[in-house]
């Protein structure tokens, strides 16, 4: 089973930056369409970012301009480098496949974005 682990989270004001890393237990990122969630309280989950096998990109609109999708193969890892934070980005952000594509893989625990004004 494939292991998803999310980091890079933290408290950080508006305006700032922060980037996130997902590892994965397995070579999945150059073999599946993937993306950033996010979830904030109350909230239900929502795809913000997707990056494609052959490295295509798109995101959702809150986040378009300031969030950038991206993936190291070698690594097996995926990054979110998030910039001009607001207080709308807090949440807890996810690594995984692409819900528009297929399954989803088993879910991390998630790194916690917390954005204060």
């Known amino acids: 089973q494939v292991q998803l682990v999310e980091s890079g989270g933290g408290l950080v004001q508006a305006g700032g930056s922060l980037r996130l890393s997902c590892v994965s237990s397995?070579?999945?990122?150059?073999?599946?369409?993937m993306g950033w969630y996010r979830q904030a309280p109350g909230k239900q989950r929502e795809l913000v970012a997707g990056?494609?096998?052959?490295?295509?990109?798109n995101y959702a609109d809150p986040v378009k301009g300031r969030f950038t999708i991206s993936r190291d193969i070698t690594k097996n890892t995926m990054y979110l480098q998030m910039n001009s934070l607001k207080r709308e980005d807090t949440a807890v952000y996810y690594c995984?496949?692409?819900?528009?594509?297929?399954?989803?893989?088993?879910w991390g625990q998630g790194t916690q974005v917390t954005v204060s004004s």
């Open positions: 397995r070579i999945i990122f150059s073999l599946n369409f």
């Open positions: 990056i494609t096998p052959t490295g295509n990109t």
């Open positions: 995984n496949t692409d819900s528009r594509r297929g399954p989803s893989l088993a």
